[in-house]
T-cell receptor
Framework: KAGVTQTPRYLIKTRGQQVTLSCSPISGHRSVSWYQQTPGQGLQFLFEYFSETQRNKGNFPGRFSGRQFSNSRSEMNVSTLELGDSALYLC?????????????FGPGTRLTVT | AQTVTQSQPEMSVQEAETVTLSCTYDTSESDYYLFWYKQPPSRQMILVIRQEAYKQQNATENRFSVNFQKAAKSFSLKISDSQLGDAAMYFCAYRSVAGANNLFFGTGTRLTVIP
């Protein structure tokens, strides 16, 4: 079974632009979570989606948003990019909502903001 | 909020030897999950081992085992017979049972395996 895929793998954007990252979960998985990884702040939870609904949101400004489609694929969007948004963005999928299900991570998208 | 602390930014081990990575956490919850994830240079986060707080028995996965001390809120990872492929960042993580589904991560320990 194919793992979690994220596209693109690398991205360079300019401050003030917006960016959209994509995540395709493992086939059959319905829950998708997003995390931001930076050297300074470590790994931080962004949001979780299940059945096209945001179930949980971390402490990030409104510039960070996401959505999930009926096929469980998810996108996250960052508007008005800032230098501090440079990070590795990780997506994780799990079979169902609820904490008893394992999260499987994708390879991440490396975003660089210049 | 739950916090996870990894006090060892870097560790090294000789190939074939044993190493223990430390993790402590703070929570007021009685039921939760604890995890160790491995992140090699490829950056893909891989689940190493999982422990349910209600289980007294320490989890074991091949060469990886944990020492879970619930009262002390301690969750260390022991890697036996270390191999070159074990070199990576290791993250300790916490997740509620009753609450939200997100993981709370520690700051990580970089493990170097010396041939």
């Amino acid at each position: 079974k194919a793992g979690v895929t994220q596209t693109p793998r690398y991205l360079i954007k300019t401050r003030g632009q917006q960016v959209t990252l994509s995540c395709s979960p493992i086939s059959g998985h319905r829950s998708v979570s997003w995390y931001q990884q930076t050297p300074g702040q470590g790994l931080q939870f962004l949001f979780e989606y299940f059945s096209e609904t945001q179930r949980n949101k971390g402490n990030f400004p409104g510039r960070f948003s996401g959505r999930q489609f009926s096929n469980s694929r998810s996108e996250m969007n960052v508007s008005t990019l800032e230098l501090g948004d440079s990070a590795l963005y990780l997506c994780a999928s799990s079979l169902w909502e609820g904490t008893s299900y394992e999260q499987y991570f994708g390879p991440g998208t490396r975003l660089t903001v210049t | 909020a739950q916090t996870v602390t990894q006090s060892q930014p870097e560790m090294s081990v000789q190939e074939a030897e044993t190493v223990t990575l430390s993790c402590t956490y703070d929570t007021s919850e009685s039921d939760y999950y604890l995890f160790w994830y491995k992140q090699p240079p490829s950056r893909q986060m891989i689940l190493v081992i999982r422990q349910e707080a209600y289980k007294q028995q320490n989890a074991t996965e091949n060469r990886f085992s944990v020492n879970f001390q619930k009262a002390a809120k301690s969750f260390s990872l022991k890697i036996s017979d270390s191999q070159l492929g074990d070199a990576a960042m290791y993250f300790c993580a916490y997740r509620s049972v009753a609450g939200a589904n997100n993981l709370f991560f520690g700051t990580g320990t970089r493990l170097t395996v010396i041939p």
